[in-house]
């Protein structure tokens, strides 16, 4: 009887061992599919931002690049050897506008470089981006920095650099606004990014672009993607807040 006892014991252990191994095994499949989902989505939404990019890169180039270069032709075009006032003058002003093209150029380079974020962090690079914007003199711009800057994945960082890049773009082409307000708060928990204007509200915007609809759904499908929780609320008296808040879901490399 001991030795039945013993014999069923045995076999219950072993029956009890074999279904756990093939939960776990279950589990591990399935924690890989949903990883596998996540790269793929992963890898989907960088080629889309890749994609926005050559864009607006493509459109820059022909807008303010191509325009500039079309001023220098017809300045060469015109130049009158004979009157030596005009061809220097025309002269002058070809050398400042291959200046600014030289200048714009070397900004869309700089646009670019993801490799400023990867070595660097989302503080580096947001500082790029509001030297070259400062540097216009178009705006007043308020960049501060909270709490102690911390690295998360580095695509996660080049996520919130695109959405920031994005948002920026938005203020430049559709908010009129003359002030930006940009802080990035590193909290215990989390990261949160905020980025102020104070030109056309967030509804007056979307009512008069048609591409500002599909470029905020952009932003919140990326926000999604990075377990991000992205706002959009209009500020008082006036002009848009945008918040991004990325909690931390794995350990940080403080910098």
């Not at 776990?24 to 996540?38: C, G, I, N, P, W």
């Not at 793929?40 to 890749?50: D, G, M, T």
């Not at 890169?57 to 325009?67: L, P």
């Not at 009157?83 to 900004?107: G, M, P, V, Y």
């Amino acid at each position: 009887m001991a030795t039945l006892l013993f014999l069923l014991l045995i076999s219950f252990i072993i029956a009890f061992w074999m279904i756990y191994l093939r939960r776990r095994a279950a589990h591990q499949q399935e924690k890989q599919q949903l990883k596998s989902t996540y790269d793929q989505e992963l890898l989907r939404a960088q080629l889309e931002i890749k994609e926005q990019t050559q864009k607006n890169i493509s459109q820059e180039i022909h807008d303010n690049i191509g325009q500039v270069l079309s001023l220098v032709k017809l300045h060469v075009s015109t130049m009158d050897a004979g009157n030596t006032n005009d061809l220097q003058e025309k002269i002058t002003d070809s050398k400042k506008l291959l200046t600014k093209a030289i200048h714009d150029l070397r900004n869309l380079s700089r646009s670019l470089d993801t490799d400023l974020i990867t070595d660097k962090g989302l503080c580096a690079g947001i500082g790029q981006e509001v030297e070259i914007l400062r540097r216009t003199g178009a705006y007043e711009i308020d960049f501060h920095i909270e709490g102690n800057p911390v690295r998360v994945e580095a695509n996660k960082e080049l996520i919130l650099f695109r959405i920031f890049q994005e948002v920026l773009n938005n203020i430049i082409k559709h908010a009129q606004a003359t002030s930006i307000r940009i802080l990035l708060d590193y909290r215990p928990d989390q990261c949160l990014m905020e980025i102020a204007d104070n030109g056309k509200g967030i509804s007056s915007r979307l009512q008069q672009q048609e591409t500002s609809g599909i470029g905020l759904r952009s932003m919140y499908k990326r926000s999604s993607l990075i377990g991000a929780a992205l706002q959009i609320t209009d500020n008082v008296p006036s002009g848009t807040i945008v918040t991004v808040n990325l909690p931390y879901l794995l350990p940080q490399q403080t910098i």
